[in-house]
């Protein structure tokens, strides 16, 4: 008898882990990753169209490798690594194949990579499936960073890596990087900087919270993964680095190599969308959504960034709260175990620049009556 799923899914269903896909684009959006209000921008599908009119390919048939590799990949890798003022730069079809094979493959036995213990999914999964020894490091903790450096300085026989997420997915806090750019000159480690929730948003000119330290240090000892699914509205991801590990991807990397390259309308609008970034649309759309997280940080709390979480703790009621926040037509999302540690359930606001301080200070009430009756 092939095994039947049923009871795994009744034990999740037990837990409260059950989950499912539903569609909803009703309700005010408190819950996308489209932090600049970029995914629908008549600009962006105006560039799409006319990618097709001019006779654009569908797909692109083979991997990069093969017949695969099309002027769009090429323009947009060009373009990033001026933009991100990168030695080179190499695109994938999403940030997930993007962390996952970066790190299984410059991560190899005798190396140590030293990860955050909140990192994403994607990044802890290259660790433990690569041939490389790993320590989890406490969350944002130096002291914690430095401790997994002395022994990772015991234990690697090869490089050390250290690996966190600028500004994280499910907290909304920022890595220290500056420190630890300077704990891994120290302890002659390389920092691979995950900017999924970074880029568009984070750093002078929203090229993401790496951008100061890479404009000033430069990429020695740097890689940078910028996603391309969440502000930037598109899909995929742009890994920026030395021109040495770049071809290495390139060679080694099983995820570039075996996998049919990304379709060349998802580079060409990945393009328009990193111009448009720097240009006044842009620009507008970050000061807008700046204001807004400065009401957020009064109003909710948080760091000050786009992604404020609303810790509420049991699974349950922060199902229920959400569900209840999507009746009064606001989309807010619960975020459980396994994606959060267990016991920090929690609402994930997430913020965006097309949002008023009217729906904004709309959402914060009806948030504030439901905990208040939940706490009654
Ligand atoms: C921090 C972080 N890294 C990587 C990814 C994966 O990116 P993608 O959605 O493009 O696969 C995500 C997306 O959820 C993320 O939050």
Do not use: W
Request: aromatic residues 8%.
């Amino acid at each position: 008898m092939p095994r039947d799923f049923t009871a795994r899914i009744g034990h999740l269903k037990a837990q409260g882990r059950y989950r499912r896909c539903s569609i909803s684009d009703s309700g005010i959006d408190f819950t996308s990753n489209d932090y600049l209000a970029f995914a629908q921008l008549p600009i962006l599908q105006e560039a799409a169209i006319s990618f097709f009119q001019a006779g654009g390919a569908v797909g692109s048939a083979a991997s990069r490798l093969l017949r695969g590799y099309m002027d769009e990949h090429s323009a947009l890798e060009k373009f990033a690594q001026t933009y991100f003022s990168a030695p080179s730069a190499l695109f994938f079809i999403s940030g997930f194949q993007a962390n996952y094979t970066l790190l299984t493959t410059i991560a190899d036995r005798g190396d140590v990579v030293i990860f955050d213990s909140l990192i994403h999914a994607s990044s802890r999964d290259g660790v433990q499936a690569s041939l490389a020894k790993h320590i989890r490091a406490e969350h944002n903790d130096l002291s914690s960073y430095e401790l997994s450096l002395k022994k990772a300085k015991e234990m690697a026989r090869g490089q050390i890596y250290i690996a966190v997420e600028s500004v994280y997915s499910m907290d909304g806090d920022e890595a220290p990087l500056a420190a630890l750019y300077e704990l891994a000159c120290a302890y002659d480690a390389i920092l691979i900087i995950d900017e999924a929730h970074g880029v568009g948003v984070s750093g002078p000119n929203g090229k993401g919270l790496s951008e100061s330290l890479v404009e000033r240090e430069g990429y020695e000892r740097i890689i940078t993964v910028h996603t391309c699914g969440k502000a930037l509205g598109a899909a995929g991801a742009l890994i920026c680095g030395r021109e040495d590990i770049i071809d290495y991807m390139i060679n080694a990397g099983r995820g570039f190599i075996y996998s049919t390259a990304s379709m060349p309308v998802q580079a060409h609008i990945v393009r328009k969308s990193l111009e448009l970034l720097q240009a006044e649309q842009g620009i507008q759309q970050r000061q807008k959504l700046s204001v807004i997280c400065k009401l957020a940080k009064e109003l909710l709390g948080g760091h000050g960034t786009h992604i404020v979480p609303v810790m509420i703790g049991d699974d349950a009621q922060a199902l229920r709260v959400s569900q209840a926040m999507q009746d009064k037509g606001y989309d807010v999302r619960a975020i459980r175990y396994p994606t959060v540690p267990k016991g920090s359930a929690r609402l994930r606001v997430s913020l965006n620049a097309d949002l008023s301080e009217e729906d904004l200070r709309g959402f914060c009430e009806a948030l504030s009556l439901l905990l208040k009756s939940e706490a009654a």
